[in-house]
């Protein structure tokens, strides 16, 4: 059976899935950027929680990350701008993933221009989301 951690997590990939960019899960960056962007979603770090006792109650708020990257040749920063607009679309249709998370947000963008050598260059930028959840026991 996953752990809360896990079925959170898997659940924010599903929830990103309908997106047009692909969406991939603790992959390396591939060599190719497809055209529609690329999407992905780091696990990243719980933290520590704040408990509380009587029952003890782990509250954490986990940091995944979202590495967003888009290679197109022409207006990279409208295809990188619309992107990160269905990012926002996609978590706030469901900020609590199906009831999983107490809140899901995710905090803005520092996007950077990287060039690449005979090819489009790549906007990208790294978008921390955070997820707040409570567990039983912080191994479950």
């Not at 607009?85 to 996609?90: L, N, P, S």
């Not at 947000?105 to 260059?121: I, R, Y």
Request: contains cysteine.
């Amino acid at each position: 059976m996953p752990t809360t951690r896990e079925t959170i997590l898997a659940a924010l990939h599903a929830r990103l899935q309908p997106l047009p960019a692909l969406v991939l899960r603790d992959e390396v960056l591939p060599e190719r950027i497809p055209p529609s962007g690329l999407i992905i979603l780091r696990d990243g770090q719980p933290g520590e929680p704040e408990v509380t006792l009587s029952p003890p109650r782990y509250h954490y708020q986990h940091r995944a990350e979202l590495e967003v990257v888009v290679q197109a040749p022409n207006d990279r920063a409208t295809a990188f701008d619309t992107l990160i607009a269905a990012i926002g679309t996609a978590l706030e249709s469901d900020r609590t993933l199906g009831g999983l998370c107490d809140w899901v947000e995710a905090e803005a963008p520092q996007p950077a221009d990287l060039p690449v050598e005979g090819a489009a260059g790549l906007k990208a930028a790294v978008i921390p989301v955070v997820l707040h959840y409570s567990t039983d026991d912080p191994l479950a």
